[in-house]
T-cell receptor, first 114, second 116 residues
């Protein structure tokens, strides 16, 4: 149980394009989803927390207009990297949870901007 | 501020041996959860084990067990009979159960290599 699916697993795109990453909880309803960014050999850095039906709460230093988060249902959250540039290249991971349960993570998305 | 410290950036162990990964944390909360997550080269984040602070009994999951010392704010992970598949980054993490924060606080991670 508690499977989180993240798609795509790897995406390469040109600078200036927008990229959407999906995060789905497959067998549970996630009241809260989280988006992280991870640089090589570093820990996970929380970007934002999203609750179904409300606006995401962004961490300090994360650009809201650059990283658009939508949590339209209890099983789906999306992260859109708008007008992506090479410095946005990174590994992005989502997680999902219900209250009083651990976060369960997706497999991550490797984003490469050329 | 709540912090998690993993002071050993890297360790190696021979297959079948036992290894202990250290983690300390700082919080003023009395109730919280502690976790160990494993991130193999595939980069999936896998929950290894969790401990609830109000439980005195140390959690165990097959070959994985913890030594939870609440007064010392220490939460070490012991891996018995190490296997090649245990090679991964290991992250210690903390979350309070009260106060409304749902954010996991991660340590910097520790790279474990199991050698044949």
């Amino acid at each position: 149980g508690a499977v989180v699916s993240q798609h795509p697993s790897w995406v390469i795109c040109k600078s200036g394009t927008s990229v959407k990453i999906e995060c789905r909880s497959l067998d549970f309803q996630a009241t809260t989803m989280f988006w992280y960014r991870q640089f090589p050999k570093q820990s996970l850095m929380l970007m934002a927390t999203s609750n179904e039906g409300s606006k995401a709460t962004y961490e300090q230093g994360v650009e809201k207009d650059k990283f658009l988060i939508n949590h339209a249902s209890l099983t789906l959250s999306t992260l859109t990297v708008t007008s992506a540039h090479p410095e946005d290249s990174s590994f992005y991971i989502c997680s999902a949870r219900t209250p009083h349960q651990p976060q369960h993570f997706g497999d991550g998305t490797r984003l490469s901007i050329l | 501020a709540q912090t998690v410290t993993q002071s050993q950036p890297e360790m190696s162990v021979q297959e079948a041996e036992t290894v202990t990964l250290s983690c300390t944390y700082d919080t003023s909360e009395s109730n919280y959860y502690l976790f160990w997550y494993k991130q193999p080269p595939s980069r999936q984040m896998i929950l290894v084990i969790r401990q609830e602070a109000y439980k005195q009994q140390n959690a165990t999951e097959n070959r994985f067990s913890v030594n939870f010392q609440k007064a010392a704010k220490s939460f070490s992970l012991k891996i018995s009979d190490s296997q090649l598949g245990d090679t991964a980054m290991y992250f210690c993490a903390f979350i309070p159960t009260q106060g409304g924060s749902e954010k996991l606080v991660f340590g910097k991670g520790m790279k474990l290599t199991v050698n044949p």
